[in-house]
């Protein structure tokens, strides 16, 4: 999926408890498709050994209901949890978030940065049986771990 710019709104609500100028940012969707009923899982951002120097801040959102807050005073988070609660949600969707991607000397936004990035995706768990990953189509286990999932998003 292209990378693209500015967070609207309506992807995230309420965006703008995370104090950021929406013409700056620039994002790159995440999409669950057809998760099971009562599925929770945790999907957490992070930069590896190749990733350079972030321009600002890094954050995983979820889209959430109208009510949510995104980012508490402000802060943004690597992270964030899912709960697909019944089986007519076809699919949810996080956006992995740059801030200050695009600039002056970067136009086009920072592609670089997004493509040394992992996803780790923990904790998934169901009320009805327990979730084992594998066979892996995607990613591998994260490293001294057997119910974690790592993935390169370049």
């Known amino acids: 999926m292209p990378l693209a710019g500015t967070v609207a709104s309506d992807r995230v609500p309420n965006f703008d408890s995370c104090q950021a100028d929406g013409s700056v940012l620039q994002y790159l969707p995440v999409v669950i498709e057809a998760p099971v009923a009562a599925v929770h899982g945790t999907f957490t951002v992070e930069p590896t050994a190749s990733t350079p120097p972030l321009p600002g801040r890094l954050g995983f959102f979820f ?5 949510s ?4 005073g402000g802060e943004w988070s ?5 709960e697909a609660a019944a089986y007519d949600q076809p699919r949810i969707t996080g956006y992995i978030v740059l801030d200050q991607a695009f ?12 493509r040394t990035l992992q996803l780790r995706v923990s904790g998934l768990e169901t009320v009805e049986q327990p979730l084992t990953l594998g066979p892996l189509t995607t990613g591998s286990l994260c490293p001294g771990t057997q119910d974690e999932l790592c993935a390169l998003l370049g």
């Open 63 to 67: 889209q959430a209901g109208q009510a």
């Open 69 to 72: 807050t995104p980012c508490p």
């Open 78 to 82: 690597p992270s964030d949890s899912f």
């Open 103 to 114: 600039t002056a000397a970067t136009p086009k936004g920072r592609s670089d940065v997004f």
